[in-house]
């Protein structure tokens, strides 16, 4: 009994033996065939790293203001008897916009002006007596005072009624009404906004590090997603002598071409203010960039002189200025290298490739991306 079962145990041990040598032979074999396998090219598009000129620009952020814009109020209190404006039209200067009650002015006026005649008329009599030494300099000078304070009471009535009569103080654009016939309205009682939209302001604001870079003068282009795809044209016309102490910035404006009244005050514009000269930079694709926390890399195609065709080794670089789909490398790269242009994410560095371009993208410094 004890023979069988010795026997037994040592089948087993031999089968598990000749099994395991089998599984060994097989997993060396997979490790050798792996590393022997090479895995396929893969197949990339490339781009040329060139050198480009490139306009030197600042770039902010601003809001645009008008030239002249102002809310109209009364400016004493009265009762509106006449609106003589439409809404949102356009006004020239010196059009009257309101009218305001003046029936009491208009009545006290013609006494005012009766005793500014008699008081003249008084003053001329004055002098003659005078003249012929009738009387003192003193009740001249008394008949004097007394014509000029006639004068200045019909003066100041007309005055009153020349301020309820609201005229447009400049040419522009008239906003919402915000009074109706027969309002009463108190002093600084707002009626209507008046804006001059053409030229326009462009306010913006640049780092203190940037203040000698900027001029009167300098172009700026303005665009704003009020207009998609087009681009108006300004100068910078003032530069704020203060810098802000909390933010380090300076405040510029420029003024902006505003033809047909595209763009309104308070909307926000992108500014560039093109620098005079134009900088030499070597230019690669965006997406020829592997953006990474430790550092910024691209790919560079080489030839492999053992495996006869083209490798990928893996560069790092500095990065500069962005233009459209371009980025500037101001280290790590070399004019005439060819870098991988898209797909980078999944590549590694010694890997073989493949170069085809037919589906390359239209890199352009200036791209109008279609709205799909």
């Known amino acids: 009994m004890k023979k069988r079962l010795i026997i ?25 065939q792996g590393k022997k396998f090479v895995p396929p090219p893969e197949t990339v598009t490339s781009a040329a790293v060139r050198t480009d000129s490139w306009e030197t620009v600042l770039t902010a952020v601003g809001s645009l203001n008008a030239v002249e814009g102002v809310t109209i109020a009364a ?36 006494g005012a002006v009766a005793q500014v005649d008699l008081a003249r008329t008084n003053l001329e009599r004055v002098d003659k007596l005078l003249a012929k030494q009738l009387i003192s300099q003193s009740e001249r000078d008394n008949a004097v005072a007394a014509a000029d304070q006639m004068q200045a009471q019909a003066d100041n009535i007309r005055t009153i009624i020349n301020k309820k009569t609201i005229r447009a103080p400049f040419n522009g654009h008239l906003g919402i009404r915000q009074v109706n016939l027969g309002q009463m309205l108190r002093e600084g009682d707002p009626i209507v906004t008046l804006q001059a939209l053409n030229p326009i302001y462009v306010d913006f604001t640049l780092p203190q590090q940037q203040l000698r870079q900027v001029r009167l003068g300098l172009a700026v282009r303005v665009t704003t997603d009020a207009l ?36 309104r005050p308070g909307m926000f514009a992108n500014v560039a203010v093109g620098l005079p000269g134009r900088q030499m930079v070597l230019a690669i694709p965006a997406t020829a960039v592997l953006y990474a926390p430790y550092g910024d890399s691209v790919f560079v195609v080489e030839e492999d002189k053992d495996k006869k065709g083209k490798v990928l080794r893996q560069q790092f670089v500095r990065l500069g200025i962005k233009r459209g789909d371009f980025v500037a490398v101001t280290s790590g790269l070399k004019e005439g290298e060819t870098v991988v242009s898209t797909g980078v994410f999944k590549l590694r560095n010694g890997q073989s490739a ?19």
């Open 354 to 372: 493949v170069i085809d371009n037919s589906l390359s993208p239209d890199f352009q410094k200036s791209p109008k991306p279609e709205n799909n």
């Open 75 to 110: 400016e004493l209190a009265g009762k509106v008897v006449s609106i003589d404006f439409e809404a949102g039209t356009e006004v020239k200067k010196g059009d009257i916009l309101l009218r305001q009650d003046t029936t009491s002015e208009e009545a006290q006026l013609p």
């Open 228 to 263: 998609p795809g087009e681009t108006l044209q300004g100068r910078i016309t003032a530069i704020n002598p203060l810098v802000e102490a909390d933010t380090r910035q300076i405040k510029v404006e420029a003024t902006a071409d505003n033809s047909g009244n595209k763009l």
């Open 8 to 32: 037994t145990i040592t089948g087993l041990v031999v089968v598990v033996a000749i099994l395991a040598a089998i599984k060994a032979m097989q997993i060396s074999a997979m490790i050798s």
